[in-house]
């Protein structure tokens, strides 16, 4: 989580920017699903300039401090951070924080059992006049060249491909889930926010990459081979272990031409 906050600051502080231009002095700022704390100081630098609250909610003690430490190195003495231990998916959410301001959530609510009836709880934390942003979906994460040298070209969408299946039994398979046949913009609007619009942001660092990008590489496609490896052939599943093997001539960690291209979409309506 952190290396993906050091590689998406630069992005992540624009849409932290973008996002509070237009709050008010002293505004109420709340991070649902905080994470390791990227949003969450970029958030508090927004702040800095004009003071106010921002509020961290995860359900993740370690996650928790460090998300508050990021926030308040990079806010200052003019923005105060609060932290709140709690699901996203709480029912009682609406009373553990204050009324925001803008409320932040990002992939969160697709974690959860109904993501619409999540919108709705977040659209009820919201004061009037305030703004839910919630990130969610965008382009898939693209890192590796199309053709490796190891088994068959391709394999980088073939792991894409395999990771919307599993996604697809883990959304199918979730107590009490409740399919959404629709889209973000369609779901802030149903829970009665007006001004809907979305934004995209990009991901980018080109090859040859740094060692950070290198490691969240190895990263990614270490846990894609752990968590979707039913759903690969032999032969993927052989190229994923001599790609990931440090031993290995095939390594991709000794590789220089990795990369990392996404574009994630922010989704944001106003309460009334």
């Not at 889930?177 to 889209?183: D, L, S």
Request: hydrophobic share 45%; aromatic share 4%.
């Amino acid at each position: 989580m952190r290396r993906l906050d050091a590689l998406e600051q630069d992005a992540i502080t624009a849409v932290a920017s973008r996002l509070t231009a237009e709050l008010p002095a002293d505004a109420v700022v709340v991070d649902v699903g905080s994470g390791s704390g990227g949003m969450s100081a970029a958030l508090a630098e927004a702040l800095r300039g004009r003071g106010g609250t921002l509020v961290l909610v995860d359900a993740v003690d370690e996650l928790l401090e460090a998300a508050r430490d990021a926030a308040v190195e990079r806010g200052g003495a003019r923005v105060r951070v609060d932290t709140v231990i709690a699901d996203a998916g709480s029912d009682d959410l609406g009373t553990l924080v204050p009324p925001a301001d803008l409320l932040w959530a990002s992939a969160v609510v697709h974690h959860l059992p109904d993501q619409q009836a999540a919108v709705d709880r977040l659209v009820g934390v919201l004061r009037p006049g305030g703004l839910l942003a919630v990130a969610e979906g965008g382009l898939d994460a693209r890192c590796l060249p199309w053709d490796l040298g190891v088994g068959d070209p391709g394999l980088e969408l073939r792991l894409n491909a395999a990771r919307d299946a599993w996604f697809e039994r883990l959304r199918a398979t979730m107590p009490d889930a409740v399919r959404m046949p629709y889209g973000w913009t369609s779901a802030l609007r149903r829970a009665g926010l007006s001004d809907v619009h979305s934004f995209s942001y990009l991901l980018d660092h080109p090859a040859p990459a740094g060692v950070a990008v290198r490691d969240f590489v190895v990263e990614r496609i270490t846990w894609l081979g752990e968590t979707v490896g039913e759903w690969l052939s032999e032969a993927d599943k052989e190229a994923v272990r001599r790609l990931l093997d440090p031993g290995s001539a095939d390594y991709l960690g000794a590789r220089d031409d990795l990369y990392l291209l996404n574009a994630r979409t922010v989704h944001h309506g106003r309460r009334s």
